[in-house]
């Protein structure tokens, strides 16, 4: 019987249950990836050293999805165990031509699972074009997710986000983690490079380390004094103001 080749194939899957670590998800040309958890959280890096397009951060609990177009490549980060699924999809782009998270809906989140276990899909079956064609349908509708961390090129102020990422709930003023340049040249490498103030870009960091905390399970006191805030309500407030819900939620996601 004739083995399948690419020509034949519409999508192709790699699943891995992580306990933690990092590493390159792999690529292959002519691909596009739907990367998403099955349980868990973790953390992705796309850009910079790793590509195209500038160094971004974003957190996939599993109510979140990331589309990585063809050429794009990306690592992920697990601080606990994850069941990573990912689909290669053939063909043209369903989404935009760069990295893009989108929520997922439990219908999404179901016809993904299913993708990946029915892998690899076929041209020539029916089921396997209808299951995409659904697939593919709502992954248009589904809303993209904002919370992305840019991070800046100049090494002084990439050594200042290096610094805040490395310990979100230092209490050290910025001066004191400044390297080789001062405070006002830093806000406005910043703003020109990432789009934000150096405070702002603070505060998304401290947003995407707790959304990634509190989808792993972590209670919302110890999460809130990870991220560097002194009380419990203080955090909640900051969290509800910027996602419009409360971290229990995210944390039963």
Same mark, same amino acid.
């Given at each position: 019987?004739?083995?399948?080749?690419?020509?034949? #194939? *519409?999508?192709?899957?790699?699943?891995?249950?992580?306990?933690?670590?990092?590493?390159?998800?792999?690529?292959?040309?002519? @691909?596009?990836?739907?990367?998403?958890?099955?349980? &868990?959280?973790?953390?992705?890096?796309? &850009?910079?050293?790793?590509?195209?397009?500038?160094?971004?951060?974003?957190?996939?609990?599993?109510?979140?999805?990331? @589309?990585?177009?063809?050429? @794009?490549?990306? %690592?992920?980060?697990?601080?606990?165990?994850?069941?990573?699924?990912?689909?290669? $999809?053939?063909?043209?782009?369903?989404?935009?031509?760069?990295?893009?998270?989108?929520?997922?809906?439990?219908?999404?989140?179901?016809?993904?699972?299913?993708?990946?276990? +029915?892998?690899?899909?076929?041209?020539?079956?029916? =089921?396997?074009?209808? $299951? #995409?064609?659904? *697939?593919?349908?709502?992954?248009?509708?589904?809303?993209?997710?904002?919370?992305?961390?840019? $991070?800046?090129?100049?090494?002084?102020?990439?050594?200042?986000?290096?610094?805040?990422? =490395? +310990?979100?709930?230092?209490?050290?003023?910025?001066?004191?983690?400044?390297?080789?340049?001062?405070?006002?040249? $830093?806000?406005?490498?910043?703003?020109?490079?990432?789009?934000?103030?150096?405070?702002? @870009? %603070?505060?998304?960091?401290?947003?995407?380390?707790?959304?990634?905390?509190?989808?792993?399970?972590?209670?919302?006191t110890a999460?809130?004094? =990870?991220?560097?805030?002194?009380?419990?309500?203080?955090?909640?407030?900051?969290?509800?103001t910027h996602?419009?819900?409360?971290?229990?939620?995210?944390?039963?996601?």
């Open positions: 019987m004739r083995q399948p080749t690419d020509d034949d #194939l *519409l999508a192709r899957s790699f699943s891995v249950t992580m306990p933690g670590g990092a590493f390159a998800l792999p690529t292959e040309p002519g @691909w596009h990836q739907l990367v998403h958890a099955a349980t &868990g959280s973790m953390r992705v890096e796309t &850009g910079g050293a790793l590509g195209p397009g500038r160094a971004e951060v974003r957190v996939l609990p599993p109510h979140r999805a990331l @589309w990585l177009p063809d050429g @794009w490549r990306a %690592r992920v980060v697990v601080h606990r165990r994850v069941a990573l699924r990912t689909l290669y $999809l053939a063909g043209p782009p369903r989404l935009a031509a760069r990295p893009t998270a989108v929520d997922v809906a439990p219908l999404l989140h179901e016809l993904i699972l299913q993708a990946v276990r +029915d892998s690899p899909l076929r041209r020539d079956r029916p =089921a396997h074009r209808r $299951l #995409l064609e659904v *697939l593919g349908d709502r992954l248009a509708l589904a809303p993209s997710a904002p919370e992305v961390l840019p $991070l800046p090129t100049d090494p002084r102020a990439l050594a200042l986000a290096d610094a805040l990422r =490395a +310990d979100p709930a230092t209490t050290l003023p910025l001066r004191a983690l400044a390297e080789g340049a001062s405070i006002r040249t $830093l806000e406005r490498l910043f703003l020109a490079e990432t789009g934000l103030t150096i405070s702002r @870009w %603070r505060q998304r960091l401290r947003l995407l380390l707790a959304t990634e905390l509190l989808a792993a399970g972590e209670p919302v999460v809130a004094l =990870a991220v560097g805030y002194a009380t419990p309500s203080a955090f909640t407030a900051m969290y509800r996602l419009g819900h409360p971290p229990s939620r995210t944390k039963l996601s």
